[in-house]
């Protein structure tokens, strides 16, 4: 299986900061990279696939870069609506693995 | 736009088998990939396995002795039977539509709780 480790668990942050999560993976592929959003309570949101890929509907401030064994995620300026669990997620070879996420919260 | 809505008992006794049905309205289950995934309350994610329309599937290998997925295109459902649970297979259980190859569209959940 392919391990996907992120980078930090917990983030905190206020309204306006640029945020960057990191996301290792134990192989290296090209660009079967996801990530996810999740709010308490709420399943989870596809934001970006394909590495760099907006979902329908994803604010521009999300965007997505990485190859190999190193991806990211970042936000340009979080919003209030921003504070949340993110996942990274392989689809590079089965089965499909997650990340431990990473929380985004209030500073 | 497509809506998923997973049914089942939320309660299921241990060595019995786990049986969810997901529900899609708004669109055909033909030409996607339709993944079931699991989170234990308070934890990390984990992809079950998915079935395409046509009845090819793909498992995790961690779960792959005990667990079928199904589409039945007659009613626009995907369906999850798991064997043989334990307190372990405690999770909240998300069916999702493929984008692509990777789990696009969630439903909500359903919390299925394994326990005498």
């Keep these: 299986d392919i391990q996907m480790t992120q980078s930090p668990s917990t983030l905190s942050a206020s309204v306006g900061d640029r945020v960057t999560i990191t996301c290792r993976a134990s192989q290296s592929f090209s ?77 | 736009q497509v809506q998923l809505q997973e049914s089942g008992p939320g309660l299921v006794k241990p060595s019995e088998t786990l049986s969810l049905t997901c529900t899609v309205s708004g669109g055909s289950i033909s030409n996607y990939y339709w993944s079931w995934i699991r989170q234990p309350p308070g934890k990390g994610l984990e992809w079950i396995g998915y079935t395409y329309y046509s009845g090819s599937t793909n498992y995790n290998p961690s779960l792959k002795s005990r667990v079928t997925i199904s589409a039945d295109t007659s009613k626009n459902q995907i369906s999850l039977r798991l064997s043989s649970v334990s307190a ?28 005498s």
């Design chain 2, 88 to 115: 372990a297979d405690t999770a909240i259980y998300y069916c999702a539509k493929g984008q692509g190859y990777t789990p696009g569209s969630w439903g909500h959940g359903l919390l299925v709780t394994v326990s």
């Design chain 1, 31 to 107: 660009s079967w990279l996801a990530w996810y959003q999740q709010k308490p309570g709420k399943a989870p949101k596809l934001l970006i696939y394909q590495t760099s890929r907006l979902d329908s509907g994803v604010p521009s401030r999300f965007s997505g870069s990485g190859s190999g064994t190193e991806f990211t995620l970042t936000i340009s300026s979080l919003q209030p609506d921003d504070f949340a669990t993110y996942y990274c997620q392989q689809y590079h070879d089965y089965p499909l693995t997650f990340g431990g996420g990473t929380k985004v919260e209030v500073k």
